[in-house]
């Protein structure tokens, strides 16, 4: 039988890489003589993070348009055309069975350039709000897979599945003790822990929220473990000082320890982050960020908070709301309780194993 050709392309950020990992990693295990590449963007995280994991990456010249200025965006024509340019030779010579495309800027070319040349395109968007790359994609792909219920009014109802996002095994199979997730990250076992969670590359705004409640969280017992990303963590760092009771991480690697360790999660609304979030479900307030396109981090949290799985507090509620929030979440026991339940029930642990089983029927 002729060996099994995938090409994945997912990047930019964690959370176009890591379901396209997860993806690879299980069509790896079901065909481990298939050969695999990924296409990726030139600079991109994707660039670093797929190749320890063992798969090859091609690197497009390919940029996101750059929705503040006008002028950053006068290379991106020539960037497109290049980077269509260069999908064509890449898939020419790889001649793959089956496209997977999990977003970010490489996707797009990749994908577009696939179903002109008639290879069958899977596309898995992590979203409950589709981005217009996506959207136009999503007209030829052979399968959508989406997390998030009412995703026709961005796609052919036909092509949707309801898989989930992936969730690595790491987190999905954890059998991290609390016990031992405090002694990883040195905490005292004293206190209750909060752990927050930036997204992939930090946020700015979050990192100033934890911040202002510093001092609140050492007089109420509360410990905080926090992501804060490896644009920002230099400078916390020095402005922090020596505070045993904070931790501060640019970049958590083994995030099911963090999940483990944690007793209120305070985070952003990363569409990968929630999958994982309903798997570990403990008590969380979400912080949406509102500068991604089409707000649709806010779109991810409202799907929780409609179901009473989560609380939200928007950017400009931190001021006003965010101390008493955490602090009447953390006296009300029953409300951390019933949050957590609701939040498990919205869990998805085998979203890898069904995107795989669409992409099987379309080898070949
Ligand atoms: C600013 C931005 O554009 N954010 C988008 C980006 O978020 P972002 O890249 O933050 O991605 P997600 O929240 O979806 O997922 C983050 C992933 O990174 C992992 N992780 C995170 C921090 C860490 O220290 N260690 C670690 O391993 C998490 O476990 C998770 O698997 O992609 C998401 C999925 O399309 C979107 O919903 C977000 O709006």
């Known amino acids: 039988m002729p060996k099994k050709r995938f090409m994945v392309s997912g990047g930019g950020t964690g959370g176009h890489i890591f379901p396209a990992l997860s993806i690879a990693n299980e069509l790896k295990s079901r065909y481990p003589d298939a050969a695999i ?23 497009l010249p390919i940029v996101g348009l750059n929705r503040s200025s006008i002028a950053a965006n006068l290379k991106f024509p020539v960037k497109l055309i290049r980077s269509v340019a260069q999908c064509r030779k890449i898939l020419k010579e790889f001649r793959p069975d089956v496209v997977i495309g999990t ?10 350039v696939a179903q002109r040349m008639g290879i069958p395109t899977v596309i898995q968007e992590q979203n409950s709000y589709a981005g217009i790359t996506n959207k136009r994609l999503g007209a030829k792909a052979k399968a959508i897979c989406v997390a998030y219920e009412g995703m026709e009014s961005f796609f052919p109802k036909d092509s949707i599945y309801l898989t989930g996002n992936p969730v690595r095994p790491v987190i999905v199979d954890s059998h991290a003790s609390k016990a031992d997730a405090l002694v990883y990250f040195g905490l005292n076992p004293e206190k209750k822990t909060l752990l927050v969670l930036g997204g992939s590359l930090g946020a700015r705004r979050v990192n100033e929220a934890v911040e202002q409640i510093m001092p609140w969280a050492e007089k109420a017992g509360l410990q905080i473990l926090w992501q804060c990303g490896k644009l920002y963590y230099k400078q916390l ?19 099911e320890m963090a999940y ?9 609304a990363g569409a990968g982050t929630i999958s994982e979030l309903a798997i570990v479900g403990k008590p969380t307030v979400l912080i949406p960020s509102p500068n991604v396109a089409e707000d649709h981090q806010t779109k991810n949290a409202l799907a929780l908070v409609e179901r009473k799985a989560a609380l939200l507090i928007r950017e400009s509620e931190i001021d006003e709301r965010l101390e008493a929030d955490l602090e009447r979440l953390l006296n009300d026991e029953p409300r951390r309780k019933q949050l957590s339940e609701n939040l498990k029930k919205m869990a998805i642990p085998d979203a890898t194993t069904r995107i795989v089983d669409l992409i099987e029927p379309l080898i070949g």
């Not at 030139?42 to 660039?47: F, H, K, P």
């Not at 670093?48 to 990456?57: A, F, L, N």
């Not at 977003?103 to 577009?112: I, R, V």
């Not at 760092?237 to 970049?251: S, Y």
């Open 103 to 112: 977003g970010g800027f490489a996707s797009g070319p990749l994908l577009y």
């Open 37 to 59: 590449e990924f296409v990726g963007a030139e600079g991109r995280m994707e660039m670093d993070r797929v190749p320890k994991e063992g798969y090859k990456i091609h690197g």
């Open 237 to 255: 760092e020095q402005r922090i000082g020596d505070n045993p009771n904070v931790h501060l991480h640019a970049f958590i690697s083994k995030m």
């Open 260 to 268: 483990a360790a944690g007793d209120i999660i305070m985070s952003r």
